[in-house]
């Protein structure tokens, strides 16, 4: 039977959401003939009076290798808790009646969610509400339970070590303690990964709270051995052991750690007190989000759309695609976002970079 | 207890050569104390007079973003079947027992052999002979069994997604159709997966004999949808269904397609007899062997360099380091080696193929 | 006063074409308020009877980093020798006149002709029949006079460069002599640059005809000195010393070095005979023009397009825009056209070249 | 006359340096026969009792695409003005009568001292008081006068075009404002080329003062003419119109606009007073002193090298090699040194940006 079926993007960016995009649109078209509606900006589109737009070939002609999501994305948007503007103060409310009723008028018989955890758990929401729903699952930080990894995670790990190999050549110029921090509030995947692939010499990640002497010691012994330089990758969620962790904030709070110019320049300032060298802190932030997709992310995202329209037809409602090994599979929803992927102190990843000479914040 | 392991590299180039070497070097010393020994150029070093040199940090310092491999590697150099020049006429003898005997001479305790099915079938007779062997799998055609990946796959895919882009702006601007040569005489997991990633139009490859009828059909419909280009990806090992399958071949012989100057060609001219357009080849060739290995590439070599000597460490000889989902598992050689890991043709990378539009090469 | 004004782009593909184009659009459109026209396919459009079709913001938005041309180009298309199909034979025919009777009818006040060597004759052609013409240079070779480079020259020595750099890990790998074949058909200024840069060991280009012996003697010398590998870049119009130099030919002849299959397998072939060395070929093909362009030729190209609409508002018609030093000029197309600028065989590059022990096919 | 020269590359790090130090090692040995001794350090390596260490093939082998520079650098050791510990306090003091005595003792006959306008000044010094010197212009800045572009330079801007090209992305993906701070403290050329070539739509250098309403309006018109984002090039000098100019400092100095965190912070803060956008700064930094260098400064990197072993045989001592358009020329180190090369507000590339409807931070 021919479908009308529905897709938006929500969250932060991620280099393979055209690809996603441009799968659902080429797979639920050709052999099933069914007709994609594209929300605009998260789940703010299904609120909009205008839109949603048609996707056809024409759309979807030569984003594969484009950055970004071509129907916009938006970090609010909750429909559960939507920020209404009432005499000046912005208040929060459920509008998610409203949204259902636009789905059914607009003859939608199935939603395409595409986000993380967040995304995610509205969509869980709204299928409780009766919304046909399938979640393609969507995180630069590889956090997301249930899958092996999220597209866009790899190329974030391309942009991170390719700033490590630039700042290894001048490290060793310049005889530097070179200090990158890297995205990962809750999970230190990119800084580990990253890490072992640039050839750090500490990684500081959120699950392994860091004590500076080891830090402080590991390069020293460095030096002592000759080498007169350091590399250090620190995920923005690192800190001290001892000291508080990053915890979920309102938009008026800062941590202490924020308010000293984020992890880096607070490890920059600790190393200084302890060491005799030239540091120098670069934050990488937004770059990880950007930029063309490598093959990895274009290749898992395209998947990650087909998989996402047979979903729909085989009526998995409820479900998340992923993947395990190099199949595609799917779970439900709610077992996915029950909880964060945090990298296991104790697991393999850690015990390789320890073994590779790394410290990670602790002897 | 202290030991001294040997490493060799076997086989064709592949980027990742250098991390695994790095991986074994540092984990091997660090906490363990271990010697680690290089023998040069595959198997061939194994019967130098000169050599192994002992491998330290120094000399895995820098390596882990470059190609190649620092021990150097070789093609040739089986020792059960050792080419010796005997009066004018190359004679394949086994010099096995040399082989055996100057490991044990050199108080090589155990060996790591990174390398392909061949490689990895001659680790596994040295086996038998009494040397104490770990395999790490090697291969840039991703086609060997029990191990999900290797690494150099992803770093070939990225040379030949980036090239399709390439192709692409030109294609277009001139309205031709492209087609571009990859690496893969058996299986067509680069030519699949990278067509995927890059938007091909039509992807061949050894595993489905390709009926040029459909080929044709695919770019000509293309043109009538007002596509005025077609990029296809062939795998060398692609032949006409009724052809003749590429097969080992002696160094003396050429096979049919390989005398028209490689399947590329031969598909370029087939297609100029039914279709009125411009039509160019690309073949990559070594391209997709070198360069700096991707950061996928760098963290499973690392990562397979560190399992290779914890299988050491606990006297898992005749075991191939491997990977399954994200983990780092082990595997009998035995089972790797049996047979090559073909794409499927009714598998889900072939069926998402075609949920893109992609033409496989049957209609 | 206000403008209507035409572009078009001919000859090859090459990066920065977009970059030009969107130059033209946005200088025209901004401050000065003019309408510009774009014709597709190069100088074939201006017969066609659809189009030309207006270029606002819209059209050239996004457009910077992508190679390729968004109005099309064509190798074919000269009004003063179009193909035209009598009988079922091609004859060619003179239709100058109902192009510039199109033009007029159009009203288009100038024209904005962007191509290489060929493009600017026609260009030229017709100014003197009345159409008001500047011109804008394109070529990938870098061979054409009167400007220090043109855009896309730069884009295809990255590509070369970083093939070099491919090359070199599997060349040291597996001991054996990498021949690259690049682009350059008369000048060798792709294989003289990117040579240099990626460090080749012989650079063979059509200004200077090679000597075998002097080429092998080159690289023995290097095998004495321990180094196992060489790199060789070869320009496609590169022959040897007392051999004929590829010429312009029609469609149906070829030249006795391309029968071989290229210079880069004629020279492969040769060198079997005096090495005793492994040997293979790559010919870089239709990966140099394409892609992103790089900083340098959006730059470039897009200072090339601005440039030309002050031209047009200048009244400075049968110009060319150019480069020399940092500084935008231009200069009569006439003398730009006149002849190729060819490496000189005497000159700074080539001897720079020499200085850092490259052979240059000669000693 | 076979010689005995030195070379020392001082000031910040920059890729290509690793070209000219082998284009002037092989240089000097192919045909000369000279020696090369390598300083390490920069100046600091003239007061070293190690060293300086001789440079062979094996030294250069493999490090031409490789950034930072094999002989380390320094920013300090300026033997006119030299930091010794005198009783617990830093006391700057002349050893440049120790330096002369040590060159002259090592029979070093020339020097060729690579850097920028502070180590070529102390070059300058250094002949004054007998010492032979050749200079190479060093500036990722491109504020070098006497030359048209330095090595380093097109590298710095491959990195900060491809980071726009990023923030583009995310920028359209997420509606915002995108912030990017580059390096410049007085010259705004890595900003006003990257920006072009990146597509921004504000570009903020130091040569011209901006005026914040002149920003906010032209973020404000794109975003009524339906351009949801908006991209900022931000050189870390530049600064408000009445403002202060970032001066020179001593260590314990900071600058208003430093104490903000730096010229893109502050430029966000203040636009935040005027926008209700989304608006995000990211502080490229070291980034753009690191990485392979491009093709464009390998090949001046090797040419420079080349070019100042020539200046040594023909005795041109005091001469600094440069580029003038596609020629390696030489003028007075004491000319280049004189003042800054800076963007002149009124000249062809920031008309062009205007052209290309880029705000300059003036209406």
Known sequence: MKKRIGILTGGGDCPGLNA??????KSAIIGRGWEVAGFEDGFDGLLYDRGPRTLGFDDVRGILPRGGTILGTSNR???FS????VNGTTVFTDVSDRVVKRIRELGIDALVAVGGDGSLKIALELMKKGVPVVGVPKTIDNDLMETDVTFGYNTALETATDALDKLHSTAESHHRVMIMEVMGRYAGWIALESGISGGADVILIPEIPFELNSVCNAIDARRCRGSKFSILVVAEGAYPRGGSRVVQKKADETTAIERLG???????RELTSCLDMDIRVTVLGHLQRGGSPSTFDRCLGSRFGVGAVELIE?????????????AIRSVPIEKAVRKLKLVNPGGQMVTAAKELGINVGRD
Do not use: D, H, W
């Open 20 to 25: 996603v995009i441009r799968g659902v649109v």
């Open 82 to 85: 939507y920020p209404v503007e």
């Open 262 to 268: 984020g992890i880096g320049a607070f490890v920059s």
């Open 314 to 326: 085989r009526g998995q409602f409820g479900e998340m695609i992923c993947l395990k090994g190099r």
């Open 77 to 79: 948007g909750n429909p």
